[in-house]
């Protein structure tokens, strides 16, 4: 490679995520540092993300991701990076400016000076990527020191004198644990969107289940909040929901918690979005939320939400050998795939960015090679049964092939993994429910 080349190999390497993202016009979220969207590549819905907090970006459907904008242009352009000239049409795009032409000859002042300022360059990339990792550390520090002050707040699930927390949980799983684990707060904020001077809003605040997130050495990493309301049958949860971008842009007003829900035709054409009743704060990674008896436990039995785990904890009485978990989501319960392991979907199809009717790629069943520690949630290494319960309502062959990859992913020399599934259609919640009563 040439001097010239280098250089602009360097200098597209210091153009931001956000940047990169404005070039290729991805869509931003109105607030938040994470910004899903289907894949301008692979199509989907939600497939694709970046994060300007992370300076990383992430495609689902592709099993690929990164933290240099150079990759993500590639992936989202359809370049191969590992081919010089995808890689450097990737940085022409990044940069904005055409490929230097290499036949140019350069007198020995030019190659001194080119030398110099890469040199530069390369300096200046090292201390800008070693100062984002500070802030990037001290932004998750921040966001764990609230996911700990939310714990703190909120009072014993089992134990507290307000019992909607209690209630919630017989109503979506016939029960609830006899154990100190889960939380309750009667008054958690609910934080979407931005006032004008971009401090966030809060839409509500209302009766939640708070449950931390803990790392292998029982520390709270994170939490998990589930906001409920008895009056909504049948997930009791309330229904919220934000103005989006095309919405603001059309002149509309904010969704406030008093206000009716918006008009069907406005969800439809995407000018109000319904909002998750669940959120995360501090890091979930590698973590994952108790739900009953100890770690310690060498029988460990969870699935991807509380409300499974509860349900099945109480359908089997709350074994006093076994620890009950919820991993928090299907990829920390998982870990990634490999993505030589991606499969088409046998039935289903969806059309891509151009509207051709293409077949839907599955995360295959194979773990990454090389995974970190922190790619899914811990298990103890004493641990030698792992039930893990499959979620029943959700699409079966991704269903499948995660559950066969979390098996995989967590298998050790003498360790039972069986998988339990519902019955078709169904979650072990709603199991619960109908034959509790
Ligand atoms: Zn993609």
Redesign the pocket.
């Known amino acids: 490679m040439s001097e010239a080349i280098k250089l602009f190999v360097e200098d597209a390497r210091a153009v931001s995520i956000e940047a990169a993202a404005k070039i290729l016009n991805l869509k931003f979220k109105r607030s938040g540092v994470e910004h899903p969207q289907p894949?301008?590549?692979?199509?989907?819905t939600d497939?694709?993300a970046f994060n300007t907090g992370k300076e990383k970006w992430n495609?689902?459907?592709?099993g690929?991701g990164g933290n240099d904008a150079i990759g993500m242009v590639a992936?989202?352009e359809g370049l191969d990076v590992k081919s010089r000239e995808g890689l450097l049409e990737a940085c022409s795009i990044v940069l904005g400016r055409d490929i230097p032409d290499e036949g140019e000859r350069e007198s020995d002042e030019d190659r001194q000076a080119r030398k110099k300022r890469l040199e530069e360059r390369r300096l200046q990339n090292e201390a800008d990527a070693a100062a984002r990792a500070a802030s990037q550390d001290e932004f998750r520090e921040k966001e764990r020191a609230k996911a700990r002050g939310i714990i703190k707040t909120a009072t014993g699930l089992r134990t507290s004198v307000d019992p909607r927390g209690r209630h919630y949980l017989e109503y979506r799983c016939n029960g609830f644990p006899d154990a100190s684990w889960l939380r309750f707060g009667a008054s958690v904020p609910y934080w979407h969107g931005q006032d004008e001077r971009g401090a966030p809003l809060e839409l509500f605040s209302g009766p939640a289940i708070v449950a931390p997130f803990i790392g292998p050495d029982l520390v709270e990493i994170g939490c998990h909040i589930t906001w409920i309301d008895l009056r909504q049958p049948p997930k009791y949860r309330p229904l919220l929901y934000g103005l989006t971008k095309k919405g603001l842009a059309c002149g509309l007003l904010d969704w406030a918690f008093s206000d009716a829900p918006p008009l069907a035709i406005d969800l439809a054409d995407g000018l109000y979005e319904q909002l998750p009743a669940k959120k995360m704060r501090g890091s979930k990674k590698g973590g994952l939320i108790p739900i009953a008896g100890h770690p310690d436990c060498s029988r460990w039995v969870g699935g991807e939400g509380i409300e499974n785990g509860v349900a099945f904890g109480v359908w089997e009485g709350f074994r006093a050998d076994t620890f009950y978990f919820a991993a928090g989501d299907l990829g920390n319960l998982t870990g990634p795939a490999e993505p030589s392991s991606r499969f088409a979907h046998p039935m289903l199809k969806k059309p891509d960015a151009k509207g051709v009717l293409r077949a839907l790629m599955v995360q295959g069943p194979k773990p990454k090679r090389d995974q970190g520690a922190d790619d899914a949630m811990w298990v103890a290494d004493h641990v030698d049964e792992l039930v893990l319960l499959a979620d029943g309502d959700s699409e079966p062959v991704m269903t499948a092939a995660a559950m066969a990859r979390a098996r995989a992913r967590h298998a050790r020399p003498g360790r039972l993994i069986p998988i339990v599934w519902p019955r078709a259609g169904y979650d072990f919640s709603r199991m619960a429910v109908e034959t509790g009563e």
Do not use: E, Q
């Not at 495609?59 to 592709?62: H, I, K, L, P, S």
């Open positions: 894949c301008p590549h692979c199509g989907g497939t694709f495609c689902r459907a592709g690929i992936h989202c």
